[in-house]
């Protein structure tokens, strides 16, 4: 017998309710009481319309007002002791701040860290963990929701982040000290939660450890094994469905599986994933969950495949759960809400609600026997897709991208005299990342032009104006190498995929991002293509007003591809290069205008590691193929820069070295320069600019401070090969902050280029 279940459902609201109530309740515009009717009536909905579709086991506590990880930390009371100042007994104001952090009445305390969560582009809050920490059952949420949709006629099955995961996603700062010590200390927590969920009536709790699908030590493994012999021991307890995702278990299989618990949930569908596993489990009579219905994507599942799937491993009898892969959070709502989207391309997308309604039409089928009209559609509609994909989306071969010659001419030391012999750039050349603050009336004049407000021209002429000025600006602060602003871009990777073949776009396709942030992922459905320049004519216009050089601004073809949902039907390598082919051409076009540098941004190069680290080398392997593609066939005198805004290059600084570009601007002054340790034990070819300058802040540095993180730079890469840059963009800064900065950025480089004479 199949049963129907889900993971977790998106909570921004039809009607993005919780995002906006979020913003009001934060400007003090909605009282609590409203902010908290407006998540009930959420989590009502969301509760109700599973229901509807068909789903036996809904998720509870999945809904938050921020982050999931961030509830967990007040659950178990690890609030670190700065925000006790703000109230003594936990409450929402303090779980905002810290999210937020907070600057008001005397207090100023900052936000706590956020990170990317596994492979996603879904932030959560680091946990903070000091071997100081004490825990309690501080924060109910869990089990005020539960007895609220038990109230409501709902037998939900709260899902819980486990123990293992939430400590080693934690950090510390106490040295020598690792937060899975406070393992024993943590559990009571978990265990009263257990407790208080089965006297509510709680049957089931699914319990969240995707830290399984990574590679994990024999330490690790051990310290699983005495957590869920801890857990389960307990009397009264729900039965725990054991939950991973994002990924296979792989080797930790075994170790899943020896665990007391009473169900394990599967990833069946992530590109490292195969149905394979299912031969190879050790049973023990537990149940199963299977992940076949992709959370992480957007297209339609293949259902006749499944059944498929599902009749041929006979160890799959008595009751198993069909589920999404993974919480439902990383997709958008709703296919309906998109009026914009025609069939039949429509069709081919399944957002949250379209994938609890495939999970429903695959049960239905195999306990009845009966095609119902959605598992027709649904298979209609896999076949108008393919059928497209082989007519329009196919006939570009691997093997052409890998064999095509992409070497540059010569060899840096080569490339670098001929590249200054034609810009003669002093010692510490000055730059910055390409973008300057985004003032209200520039994005007041790109929305009016979408919107038909102002004709083309005037919207040109705007631009045009705020390039003159931008450029003039950076003439004044004495900068060597100077950009365009940016100005006409929405979003670095919306802008190209725009202006590309082979995306569509969402109105309300929103995913969460983090907090009350919400992402729009273009989608890339087919072969990409490049139909007319993208920037040159920016970029020209830009250069037509100074003799410094101007550099062009291109996104890279792996920050597009990472931040994009794209086609599952061909490797994400071939996409990659697809794209990088389209970049290409736009470089190529650029230096044919004349235009000298050019800066092909790869920020989401690192987060596109895969979870296991066995995968690592060959995902590395391709990026850096996808950037040489980028830029193949560009003559020696063209300096390629890239730019990453993350400083934990250690273990990958090989590959960074093999992308080959000529300049690297990288961050470096948020972390205080701890990249520079990197660049002790590897001598770095290239020419290379670590920031100097933390744009996350509206602090000023000195001039005496950017002159230090110089001179620190210096004793570890040769003054011949640095450059003076900030971390990043300053889009998101003001001009009061970014001009003054600036300035102080280039007398630091002066002080360097007399102090290095
Ligand atoms: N060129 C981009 C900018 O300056 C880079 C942004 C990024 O690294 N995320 O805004
Ligand atoms: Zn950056």
Redesign the pocket.
């Known amino acids: 017998m199949l049963h129907t279940s889900n993971l977790g459902f998106p909570r921004i609201g039809f009607h993005r309710e919780l995002k906006k109530g979020l913003e009001k309740y934060w400007k003090a515009e909605l009282t609590q009481q409203d902010l908290l009717e407006i998540a009930k009536t959420i989590r009502m909905t969301n509760w109700q319309l599973q229901h509807d579709l068909g789903i036996e086991v809904i998720p509870s506590n999945d809904f938050s007002f921020y982050d999931q990880i961030l509830d967990t930390i007040c659950m178990v009371g690890a609030v670190p002791s700065r925000y006790q100042v703000i109230s003594k007994e936990f409450d929402l104001d303090v779980y905002f701040a810290m999210a937020r952090g907070k600057q008001k009445d005397n207090v100023n305390i900052p936000a706590m860290e956020m990170t990317k969560w596994f492979n996603t582009n879904y932030h959560y809050i680091v946990p903070e963990i000091e071997p100081d920490s004490r825990f309690s059952f501080i924060y109910q949420k869990i089990l005020a929701d539960y007895l609220e949709a038990h109230k409501a006629g709902f037998q939900t099955r709260p899902v819980l982040i486990g123990p293992l995961t939430f400590l080693l996603l934690s950090k510390t700062t106490a040295p020598g000290f690792s937060p899975l010590e406070k393992l024993e200390e943590l559990l009571p927590v978990y265990q009263s939660v257990l407790t208080e969920l089965y006297k509510a009536g709680a049957e089931w709790i699914q319990i969240d450890e995707p830290i399984l699908v990574k590679e994990l030590s024999t330490q690790v493994k051990e310290a699983f094994q005495t957590a869920y012999q801890i857990l389960c021991g307990i009397p009264n307890r729900p039965q725990l469905m054991l939950t991973s995702y994002f990924g296979s278990p792989g080797e930790n299989t075994d170790l899943a599986f020896s665990l007391p618990v009473e169900g394990i949930h599967l990833d069946l569908v992530s590109e490292e994933s195969s149905w394979d596993i299912l031969d190879a489990i050790p049973l023990e009579g537990k149940i199963l969950s299977l992940g076949i219905v992709n959370g992480h994507n957007i297209w339609r599942t293949d259902l006749e495949h499944v059944l498929e799937e599902l009749k041929k491993h006979p160890s799959l009898s008595g009751d198993i759960y069909l589920a999404p892969s993974c919480s439902l959070i990383h997709v958008p709502l709703d296919i309906n809400l998109e009026e914009h989207i025609a069939e039949p391309m429509k069709s081919w997308l399944s957002f949250a609600v379209q994938k609890l309604e495939e999970i429903s039409a695959l049960a239905t089928v195999f306990n009845e026997g009966k095609k119902s009209s959605r598992f027709i559609k649904n298979q209609e509609a896999l076949k108008s897709r393919s059928s497209f994909l082989s007519q329009h989306g196919s006939g570009i071969e691997q093997k052409a991208f890998l064999e095509r010659n992409t070497e540059r001419k010569h060899a840096f030391p080569k490339r670098k005299e001929v590249q200054q012999s034609l810009l003669n750039l002093p010692l510490f050349p000055t730059t910055?990342?390409?973008?300057?603050p985004q003032t209200k009336e520039i994005r007041r004049a790109r929305s009016r032009f979408s919107k038909g407000e102002l004709s083309r021209e005037e919207y040109e002429s705007f631009m045009k104006n705020e390039i003159n000025n931008v450029i003039q600006i950076q003439e004044k602060i004495g900068l060597d190498v100077l950009?365009h602003g940016?100005f006409e871009?929405n979003d670095?990777v919306q802008y190209f995929a725009e202006q590309l073949e082979g995306f569509i776009f969402t109105e309300n396709g929103w995913v969460q991002s983090f907090g009350s942030r919400y992402v729009r992922p273009p989608i890339l459905f087919g072969n990409v293509s490049r139909p007319h320049a993208m920037t040159t004519r920016w970029i020209s216009y830009a250069q037509s007003l100074t003799s410094k050089p101007v550099k062009g601004?291109l996104?890279g073809p792996v920050?597009i591809l990472q931040w994009s949902f794209v086609r599952d039907d061909q490797p994400r390598s071939l996409t990659c290069f697809q794209i990088a082919d389209a970049i290409n051409a736009e470089v190529l076009d650029l230096e044919k205008a004349g235009i000298h540098i050019i800066?092909i941004?790869e920020?989401?190069l690192r987060e596109g590691l895969p979870l296991k680290k066995d995968n690592w080398q060959a995902y590395l392997d391709w990026a850096v193929r996808a950037f040489h593609i980028a830029f193949a066939g560009v003559a020696d005198e063209t300096q390629i820069h890239t730019?990453?805004?993350y400083s934990e290059f250690n273990e990958i600084i090989a590959s960074i070295a093999a992308l080959d570009a000529d300049v690297i601007s990288i961050e470096a002054a948020r972390s205080g320069m701890e990249l520079l340790n990197v660049f002790s034990g590897f001598q770095y070819p290239n020419d290379i600019g670590p920031g100097i300058y933390d744009i996350h802040s509206p602090r000023i540095p000195s001039i005496a401070e950017m002159t230090a993180l110089l001179e620190k730079a210096a004793q570890v890469i040769p003054p011949t090969q640095l450059w003076v840059n900030p971390d990043?963009?300053?889009?998101t800064r003001n001009w009061q902050e970014v001009t003054p900065a600036l300035q102080n950025m280039v007398e630091a480089a002066k002080i360097l280029r007399s102090n290095t004479k």
């Open positions: 910055t990342i390409g973008s300057f950009v940016e871009r670095m601004m996104t920050t800066q941004d920020p989401a730019h990453m805004c990043c963009g300053l889009k």
